[in-house]
Structure formats: structure tokens, C-alpha cells
């Protein structure tokens, strides 16, 4: 296991977490569907600022038999020490059953040690289909945290997660993943780390926060220079024409058509 500052992300399907990822990731390349249960395996996604790991991220699919996983973990935790040595054996057990694989995919990423975000539509009403996984999770011990994806402004539910919220998660976090900026992303990261008790993922926070908000004033920097670069050599663009040419229309079109382009890039 490596020392990387590791974020899950789970929940059910359909709920954003492909785009959560894709989002916190930079990489648009992550398939993301509107189609519930597209996601069947887990992966990771580090985030690389110069060659350095900021932090990975891992997508999961969404729960298929969590009810028979908890029944299986309550019958046997006390034949482990703990619950990591509980989860090895039942997926060395069950990795070949298909009825249990996206559950696997799951487990595989939370004997990571990550941070957990697990995210809801903020229009979704709690209910007692939610309980099995949560209570998974929890067997795990890990900072968990609720995100309220704000899938439908007009219609918020996040009321009715009040008691829940509380038994399972150390904070939550109003997020809109289809309209994140720089800002929201930053914010989420600080959120984390002021409600986070383990030294060691604090600094890993801390330094990923640190590292994002250089990063942030380098490409400013950049696009500042770039953008001033441009201006400036279409301000002072220029084509010497005799003054018969110039006064034919093509070439008044031919110069307008060059300085079109230089503003178009």
C-alpha cells in the first residue's frame, strides 16, 4: 500500500460519481453515462501535478448484494482479528461469483484506507435501502463524509438524511458536480481537512491543497502572459499592401480574414 493521499468514491448508481472523479481528476477521459450501473469495475485516478501524485482517486460501482456482504460480516467478524483480515477472506472466497463482483470492486478500495465520499442527489429522500452499505462502510472505520450532489435545485431532501448523516458520516458538503470551478474544488479539499482527526492524512490534505493552489497561479500566470502575448501582436499586426492593392477589396478582406483568425486562437 502506498502512502498517497486516497479518495473513494461511492454510492448508488446513477449519482455522479464518474463525474465527481472526472472533475477532481482533470480527466475528461472518464466514461461518464447517464445510464444507471455503467460502472462495474473500480478504478483509480491520480491526479499528476510535475511528475508528483496529488492524490488518487477511485471510482466505484454502486452496491449489487450489500445485504447478504453485511449478513456474511456480522455472522463472522469475531473469526478476525479485525475486519480487513474478515474482507480478504470473503473475497478470496466469492471472486468468482458474479453476484458479488461489483461488491469486491468496492471492498478492494475500501482495504485502501481512503478517505470515503459518498454522494446522493440532494432530490434523493432517505430510506432504509441505504442502510446495508452504510453500515459496510462503517464496519471500516474510516473518515466518511456525505456529499449532497445538487442534481435538481428545486427539490432538496437533505432533511431527511438529519439523523443519518450524524450516525454515519463526520461532515457533509453541498456540491454541483456538472458546475464545478477551482474555488468549489479547493473549498471541498479545506472542508476535509478542518474535519479530519488523522495527522497524517491532514498533512497529506494540506499538502495537496498547497500544491492545487500553486498550481492554480502558475496557469494564471500563464494565461495572463499567453493572452497579452496575442493582443499585442494583433494590435501591432500589419501588411504592407502598395496603395492600389489596398484599395482593391480583396485585399481588405484578405486583412480583416488575418486578424479574425489571430483573435479567434
Same mark, same amino acid.
Given at each position: 500500500?502506498?502512502?498517497?493521499?486516497k !479518495?473513494?468514491? +461511492?454510492?448508488?448508481?446513477?449519482?455522479?460519481?464518474? /463525474?465527481?472523479?472526472?472533475?477532481?481528476?482533470?480527466?475528461?477521459g472518464?466514461?461518464?453515462?447517464?445510464?444507471?450501473?455503467?460502472? !462495474?469495475? /473500480? $478504478?483509480?485516478?491520480?491526479?499528476?501535478?510535475?511528475?508528483?501524485?496529488?492524490?488518487?482517486?477511485? *471510482?466505484?460501482?454502486?452496491? %449489487?448484494?450489500?445485504?447478504?456482504?453485511?449478513?456474511?460480516? =456480522?455472522? =463472522?467478524?469475531?473469526?478476525?482479528?479485525?475486519?480487513?483480515? &474478515?474482507?480478504?477472506?470473503?473475497?478470496?472466497?466469492?471472486?468468482?461469483? @458474479?453476484?458479488?463482483?461489483k *461488491? +469486491?470492486? !468496492?471492498?478492494?478500495?475500501?482495504?485502501?484506507?481512503? +478517505?470515503?465520499?459518498?454522494?446522493?442527489?440532494?432530490?434523493?429522500?432517505?430510506?432504509?435501502n441505504?442502510?446495508?452499505?452504510?453500515?459496510?462502510?462503517?464496519?471500516f472505520?474510516?473518515? $466518511?463524509?456525505?456529499?449532497?450532489?445538487?442534481?435538481?435545485?428545486?427539490?432538496n431532501?437533505?432533511?431527511?438524511?438529519? *439523523? !443519518?448523516?450524524?450516525?454515519?458520516?463526520?461532515?457533509?458538503?453541498?456540491?454541483?458536480?456538472? %458546475?464545478?470551478?477551482?474555488?468549489?474544488?479547493? =473549498?471541498f479539499?479545506?472542508?476535509?481537512? #478542518?474535519?479530519?482527526?488523522?495527522?497524517?492524512i491532514?498533512?497529506q490534505?494540506?499538502?495537496?491543497?498547497?500544491?492545487? %493552489?500553486? *498550481?492554480?497561479?502558475?496557469?494564471?500566470?500563464?494565461?495572463?502572459?499567453?493572452?497579452?502575448?496575442?493582443?499585442?501582436?494583433?494590435?501591432n @499586426?500589419?501588411?504592407?499592401? $502598395?496603395?492600389?492593392?489596398? &484599395?482593391?477589396?480583396?485585399?481588405k #478582406?484578405?486583412?480583416?480574414?488575418?486578424?479574425?483568425?489571430?483573435?479567434? $486562437?
Amino acid at each position: 500500500m502506498n502512502n498517497k493521499l486516497k !479518495i473513494a468514491i +461511492i454510492g448508488d448508481p446513477n449519482k455522479g460519481k464518474s /463525474s465527481f472523479v472526472s472533475t477532481f481528476a482533470y480527466n475528461d477521459g472518464i466514461a461518464v453515462s447517464s445510464k444507471s450501473g455503467e460502472t !462495474i469495475k /473500480s $478504478s483509480c485516478h491520480p491526479l499528476k501535478i510535475k511528475d508528483e501524485t496529488v492524490y488518487e482517486l477511485y *471510482d466505484t460501482p454502486g452496491f %449489487n448484494n450489500d445485504e447478504e456482504l453485511l449478513e456474511y460480516i =456480522n455472522e =463472522n467478524e469475531t473469526k478476525f482479528l479485525n475486519v480487513y483480515q &474478515l474482507i480478504t477472506n470473503f473475497i478470496e472466497e466469492y471472486k468468482e461469483s @458474479y453476484d458479488f463482483s461489483k *461488491d +469486491i470492486e !468496492i471492498l478492494k478500495v475500501l482495504k485502501e484506507k481512503p +478517505i470515503v465520499v459518498y454522494i446522493v442527489n440532494s432530490s434523493t429522500k432517505y430510506n432504509s435501502n441505504f442502510d446495508c452499505s452504510l453500515e459496510i462502510i462503517k464496519k471500516f472505520n474510516l473518515p $466518511s463524509f456525505i456529499i449532497y450532489n445538487q442534481h435538481d435545485e428545486n427539490k432538496n431532501e437533505k432533511v431527511s438524511w438529519g *439523523d !443519518i448523516e450524524k450516525k454515519y458520516f463526520i461532515s457533509s458538503f453541498e456540491y454541483n458536480v456538472l %458546475n464545478s470551478n477551482f474555488n468549489n474544488k479547493i =473549498n471541498f479539499l479545506e472542508m476535509l481537512e #478542518k474535519n479530519i482527526q488523522d495527522k497524517t492524512i491532514k498533512e497529506q490534505l494540506c499538502k495537496s491543497i498547497k500544491i492545487l %493552489n500553486k *498550481d492554480f497561479e502558475r496557469r494564471l500566470d500563464f494565461t495572463y502572459e499567453e493572452l497579452s502575448d496575442r493582443f499585442y501582436k494583433i494590435i501591432n @499586426y500589419s501588411i504592407e499592401y $502598395s496603395e492600389r492593392d489596398f &484599395l482593391k477589396k480583396k485585399k481588405k #478582406k484578405e486583412f480583416i480574414a488575418e486578424i479574425r483568425n489571430k483573435e479567434k $486562437s
